[in-house]
């Protein structure tokens, strides 16, 4: 009789504050899970880089940048050939790069990109030079300006957008989310601990807990998949494209982090059920044994 009633919960009062706190730490679970997922993506330099390279932000910016030149280069006399030759995917990709860890190193002012002016305009002169044209005061002045213009060009499209804005953003995460895990860490441990102390039983607690990983995982997978959609990324207009697409393919990514611990919180659910069942199967063979 006394293996009976200690099998059941404590008490009604206990079950139902059992049962809330199981709803609790689902939610406190998800906002761990949101922290980590700041902690991780918006506060990484190295997922900034990541959705760079997966973004094909090289290939886009490469793509307009080439337009751009060759139509300097026409509007100048110059051919395509000259004025591209300073351009390269990896080189743009490797610029980018650069970027990203200016900015989170706290340095937002854009770089002038001398590097292209230089060879832009080095390119052109001895383009010049070869076929036999005297360069003067007036066409060498002209040919700054050109080159000139593709720095501009080149500068802005391999420059983090906004990024004094986003530093200002950045920098207030760094500060407050490695202390918000910490502190969700905890309130996860004693929602847990104390949902598992007031259920009474270990049947009753391991279903509670059950529910709150499972009710945790279903919230992680509605970000993961219906939040993105909602937001109508695609009807974005920003220009230039390689920047509209590097933004979609961040917050896709960023929001898919979600699915790891849908998937980490489901993990945990289904072995605790597992248990559940395993339980139950060993109560009923020692009630027929």
């Known amino acids: 009789m006394h293996k009976n009633l200690s099998a059941r919960p404590r008490s009604k009062g206990n079950t139902v504050w059992a049962m809330v706190l199981s709803w609790l730490s689902s939610l406190l679970l998800t906002l761990l899970a949101l922290c980590l997922v700041l902690l991780t993506t918006l506060c990484s330099p190295s997922f900034m880089k990541a959705q760079v390279a997966r973004s094909d932000f090289s290939e886009a ?27 390269s995917r990896d080189q743009i990709l490797a610029d980018m790069d650069e970027s990203v860890a200016w900015l989170y190193a706290g340095d937002t002012a854009q ?119 909602a937001m109508h990324l695609n009807n974005l207009n920003l220009n230039p494209a390689s920047v509209k697409q590097l933004i979609i393919t961040y917050v896709q990514n960023l929001f898919g982090r979600f699915g790891l611990f849908a998937l980490v919180y489901g993990a945990l659910a289904v072995i605790l059920l597992a248990l559940t069942f395993t339980a139950g199967s060993r109560t009923k063979r020692r009630q027929n044994t």
Do not use: H, W
Request: with cysteine.
């Open 111 to 229: 770089d002038t990109r001398n590097g292209i002016l230089n060879t832009t305009y080095d390119r052109m002169i001895a383009d010049l030079n070869d076929r036999g044209i005297e360069v003067t005061s007036d066409i060498e002045s002209a040919v700054v300006v050109v080159a000139d213009a593709c720095r501009q060009d080149y500068a802005n499209y391999v420059t983090v957008p906004l990024a004094s804005q986003l530093y200002t953003f950045i920098e207030k995460l760094n500060r407050t989310v490695p202390f918000a895990v910490c502190a969700m860490a905890v309130l996860c441990a004693v929602s847990l601990f104390l949902t598992i102390r007031l259920a009474g039983s270990s049947r009753f607690a391991v279903r509670c807990l059950t529910f709150a990983f499972t009710a945790s995982a279903v919230l992680c997978s509605i970000g993961a998949t219906a939040l993105v959609p």
């Open 61 to 87: 910016a490469y793509s307009f940048l080439y337009d751009n030149f060759i139509s300097y280069g026409a509007a100048s006399g110059f051919s395509a050939e000259v004025m591209t030759s300073a351009l």
